[in-house]
């Protein structure tokens, strides 16, 4: 039985297109092309982080993070960022007697950035308040904690196979994999995509129909 949902929130919850567009005018490059260096990245299999390295050698995200917030441009996305299907689909879990947990690699700042969308959520949570982050996964040990329910009754959400799904398999966690976002586009094909996720996903509105059919044994 799946009792409780969590989910990520980039590409999963929020539409990161402005924000990774800012960083692109931050660093003086065309928003195409930085973009583009970014879907390299990810189909080498590298970490995200290693784009601003590519167009400034030495780049700090945690440092350039303050000068932003310094500048006045700091970190942000509200309620239009949000993807189309969010609010309908927690809606829907809870309402269905869903426990309802988000999530995921995000700063305080941005933690209190979801807490003043007033989403309809039991819990959220980000990396930098547990002190643990994706993949490790002692992140998904802190879900287990925070989560009122056993880790094969949790349903992590995700876009990403390497930070999402296959850590959250590691810790116990029944998984669903969305396909959107640049991960979620990228790493569709790969074959742990169908091996090892519990369910895939087009939308979140999926989930309520897919959950109630997977409690019902029609797997």
Known sequence: ?????????????????????????????PRHTFAA???????????????????????????????????????????????????????ALREAGLWVGIAGNQ???????????????????????????????????????ATPAEPGEILYVGDRLDNDIRPAVQAGLLTALIRRGPWGTIQQHDPDADAITTMRIDSLDELPERIAKFNAGER
């Open 37 to 91: 260096m970014f879907g390299a990245v990810i189909a080498q299999g590298r970490d995200y982080r290693e784009t601003f390295q590519e167009f400034r050698p030495g780049f700090d995200l945690t440092e350039e993070r303050e000068r932003r917030a310094e500048a006045g441009k700091p970190e942000w996305f509200g309620e239009d960022d949000l993807y189309a299907d969010v609010r309908p689909a927690l809606t």
């Open 107 to 145: 700063t305080v700042r941005a933690g209190g950035l979801l807490r003043g969308l007033d989403l309809p959520s039991d819990l959220i949570a980000t990396s930098d308040d547990w002190g643990a982050s994706k993949p490790d996964v002692a992140f998904f040990e802190k879900v287990i904690e």
């Open 1 to 29: 039985m799946i009792r409780a949902v969590v989910f990520d929130v980039g590409e999963c919850l929020v539409d990161e297109t402005r924000e990774y567009g800012t960083w692109a005018d931050w660093l003086g490059v």
